[in-house]
């Protein structure tokens, strides 16, 4: 934070006793802990809610992808449903005609 040594919270202390006098000070301070610590937790509790935002912001990147990858398997498994199911009703539509059919795997096969 601040490079302060403990040659210069001697001078600094000095210099307080001689202004403020030797009753005020340890009044000062007290006060003055007071309000260092405080603005330590202030510090403290923005550093909290900056990183609460960060990992917020990264969960949201994530459901957006997993949700992305949730919609293109859903959208390829509904066009291989609808595939199958023209085939289906090609297959039965040629049996109520009476034709023959041949399994697809079977014109994959060689001879």
Same mark, same amino acid.
């Given at each position: 934070m601040f490079?302060?040594?403990f040659s210069e919270?001697?001078?600094i202390g000095l210099v307080a006793l001689i202004v403020i006098g030797p009753q005020k000070l340890p009044h000062v301070a007290? &006060?003055?802990g007071h309000l260092?610590?405080?603005l330590q937790r202030y !510090? /403290?509790? !923005?550093? /909290?809610?900056?990183?609460? *935002?960060i990992e917020i912001e990264e969960l949201r990147k994530m459901r957006d992808s997993m949700q992305q990858a949730a919609t293109g398997f859903e959208a390829s498994v509904? &066009? *291989?449903l609808s595939k199958t199911e023209s *085939?289906?009703?090609k297959s039965v539509e040629a049996a109520a005609e009476g034709k #023959?059919?041949?399994? %697809?795997?079977? *014109?994959? %096969? #060689?001879?």
């Open positions: 490079d302060i040594g919270l001697m001078l007290r &006060t003055l260092a610590g405080r !510090v /403290a509790d !923005v550093k /909290a809610d900056i990183n609460r *935002e509904q &066009t *291989e *085939e289906l009703n #023959p059919t041949e399994p %697809k795997a079977a *014109e994959d %096969k #060689p001879a």
